[in-house]
């Protein structure tokens, strides 16, 4: 394997129009990889650090002038001549560099940016696609297959103007045989929303962060009834055609001066018992099969109960509890704290400890759904890595907007690529 040449950083823009940071890298070989960096709005404290420039005349203060900087300068020194293929010496050289817990002092985009685009460029000078690449490079074990899809159909919280306290309502076609078969029956669930959201005299037309839609509607709950009434209409059946999946993204909603969960929808003001209360009075009475992030960040000794209470029955899903690091992990696992984990590589920086997340997982028996953030690019990558490292499940947003239709395309190429080989709805228990 050839060593790394050039390293190039540029500012470009993310799928709600806000800078965020793309890398190319070229190696003696000629062959080259490129990552464009995701950018999250609806962020846990935990997360690795995204380097804004902080100037309010540029974008609000949003550019990333800094971290591209970095990218063309201090960083691009660091690995210019290394190894492409020897993917931890590379991402530990850049951890080592920043030294900072949460790759504040560089920027978690910038190193980010660099460690996918060496291994894309390390996949193509080996002849292979990035999913297979990845399967070999880190010994997979097992058929890869198309992960199971969880689609968002409509948006609430940080998302869509917080119109809703839930962030995200999600259908998951446990029943589809194939991924193509998956993606139709979604589609069909999409646009027999649209239809029942309009019966119901709500605006059918706004859509959020994540292409998903944003109706105003009266409680959180209703939210579930018309998801329900949604696949009917689609002339599918709830639960066992397609369950529902939610990303509750309680930080943003939880009081910690009262130590109370906020409902504004709802007119609740619920302690952490009330809320698991709550969530499993939905879980009892609609086909959820998931739920993200039902509990704030830093509740442990709630997120305990709530996997007491539902963990036997639904995937119990860390999203803001874990941000994809390894130690936060650690201690889900030893509190029996959620029994799945969401992977977002731009929580944590780099695709080596992006990979030790979900080896750390995987061995602990939690599964793991492999995440896009609010802010995409036209990037692909994320359908092989869900793919080549057997994530089991993808969660990508809607079905429009390029932004996340680029990911889901890309999967209906791998899986004729693949011959059709599909996780289905046994990955989440359906």
């Given at each position: 394997?050839?060593e790394?040449?050039a390293?190039?950083?540029?500012?470009i823009?993310?799928?709600r129009?806000y800078?965020t940071?793309e890398v190319?890298?070229?190696?003696?070989s000629?062959?080259?990889?490129?990552?464009?960096?995701p950018?999250?709005?609806?962020?846990?404290?935990?997360?690795?650090?995204e380097?804004?420039?902080?100037?309010?005349?540029r974008?609000?203060?949003?550019?990333v002038?800094?971290?591209?900087?970095?990218?063309?300068?201090?960083?691009?020194?660091?690995?210019?001549?290394?190894?492409?293929?020897?993917?931890?010496f590379?991402?530990?050289?850049?951890?080592d560099?920043?030294?900072?817990?949460?790759?504040?002092?560089?920027?978690?985009?910038?190193?980010?940016?660099?460690?996918?685009?060496?291994?894309?460029?390390?996949a193509?000078?080996?002849?292979?696609?990035?999913?297979?690449?990845?399967?070999?490079?880190?010994r997979?074990?097992g058929?890869?297959?198309i992960?199971?899809?969880m689609?968002n159909?409509?948006?609430?919280?940080?998302?869509?103007?917080?119109k809703l306290?839930?962030?995200?309502?999600m259908?998951?076609?446990?029943?589809?045989s194939?991924?193509?078969e998956?993606?139709?029956?979604?589609?069909?669930?999409?646009?027999?929303?649209?239809?029942?959201?309009?019966?119901s005299?709500?605006?059918?037309?706004?859509?959020?962060?994540e292409?998903?839609?944003?109706?105003?509607?009266?409680?959180?709950?209703e939210?579930?009834e018309?998801l329900?009434?949604?696949?009917?209409?689609?002339?599918?059946?709830?639960?066992?055609?397609?369950?529902?999946?939610?990303?509750?993204?309680?930080t943003?909603?939880?009081?910690?001066?009262?130590?109370?969960?906020?409902?504004?929808?709802d007119?609740?003001?619920?302690t952490?018992?009330g809320?698991?209360?709550?969530?499993?009075?939905?879980?009892?009475?609609?086909?959820?099969?998931?739920?993200?992030?039902?509990?704030?960040?830093?509740d442990?000794?709630?997120w305990?109960?709530?996997?007491?209470?539902l963990?036997?029955r639904i995937?119990?899903?860390?999203d803001?509890l874990?941000?994809?690091?390894?130690e936060?992990?650690?201690?889900?696992?030893?509190?029996?704290?959620?029994?799945?984990v969401?992977?977002?590589?731009n929580?944590?920086?780099?695709?080596?400890e992006?990979?030790?997340?979900?080896?750390?997982?995987?061995?602990?028996?939690?599964?793991?759904?492999?995440?896009?953030?609010?802010?995409?690019?036209?990037?692909?990558?994320?359908?092989?890595?869900a793919v080549?490292?057997?994530?089991?499940?993808?969660?990508?947003?809607?079905?429009?907007?390029s932004s996340?239709l680029?990911?889901?395309?890309?999967?209906?190429?791998?899986?004729?690529?693949?011959?059709?080989?599909?996780?289905?709805?046994?990955?989440i228990?359906?």
């Amino acid at each position: 394997m050839s060593e790394i040449t050039a390293v190039k950083g540029r500012e470009i823009l993310d799928s709600r129009g806000y800078p965020t940071v793309e890398v190319e890298v070229t190696l003696a070989s000629g062959h080259t990889g490129r990552m464009l960096v995701p950018s999250g709005v609806s962020t846990g404290k935990w997360e690795a650090h995204e380097l804004r420039d902080g100037d309010a005349s540029r974008y609000g203060g949003r550019g990333v002038r800094k971290a591209v900087a970095n990218v063309n300068g201090e960083l691009a020194e660091a690995v210019i001549g290394l190894a492409a293929d020897n993917q931890a010496f590379l991402d530990r050289r850049m951890i080592d560099l920043d030294a900072t817990a949460q790759k504040s002092r560089l920027g978690a985009n910038a190193i980010l940016g660099i460690s996918f685009a060496v291994a894309r460029a390390a996949a193509a000078e080996a002849g292979k696609p990035f999913y297979r690449y990845l399967a070999d490079a880190y010994r997979i074990e097992g058929d890869l297959r198309i992960p199971l899809p969880m689609v968002n159909v409509m948006s609430g919280g940080l998302h869509a103007g917080g119109k809703l306290d839930v962030q995200d309502y999600m259908v998951v076609p446990v029943g589809a045989s194939s991924y193509p078969e998956a993606l139709e029956q979604v589609s069909a669930v999409w646009q027999a929303t649209r239809v029942v959201l309009n019966a119901s005299g709500y605006e059918a037309f706004l859509v959020a962060d994540e292409g998903g839609l944003g109706p105003a509607l009266n409680s959180n709950e209703e939210g579930l009834e018309i998801l329900c009434r949604s696949v009917e209409q689609a002339g599918l059946k709830p639960g066992s055609d397609i369950a529902i999946a939610l990303d509750v993204a309680s930080t943003h909603f939880y009081d910690p001066t009262s130590n109370e969960y906020v409902l504004g929808a709802d007119g609740s003001r619920l302690t952490s018992e009330g809320m698991i209360d709550r969530l499993e009075k939905w879980v009892s009475s609609y086909p959820i099969v998931s739920i993200e992030d039902g509990l704030a960040e830093d509740d442990w000794e709630g997120w305990r109960r709530l996997t007491e209470r539902l963990g036997e029955r639904i995937q119990v899903l860390g999203d803001d509890l874990f941000t994809t690091n390894g130690e936060r992990i650690q201690r889900g696992i030893d509190l029996n704290a959620a029994n799945a984990v969401l992977v977002k590589s731009n929580q944590i920086g780099t695709l080596m400890e992006t990979v030790e997340a979900i080896r750390l997982a995987k061995f602990a028996g939690f599964r793991t759904v492999i995440s896009a953030r609010s802010g995409e690019t036209e990037d692909d990558v994320l359908a092989d890595l869900a793919v080549g490292l057997r994530g089991g499940q993808i969660k990508i947003g809607s079905l429009t907007r390029s932004s996340r239709l680029s990911k889901y395309n890309r999967l209906l190429r791998i899986d004729e690529e693949l011959g059709g080989a599909f996780e289905g709805g046994k990955v989440i228990g359906g």
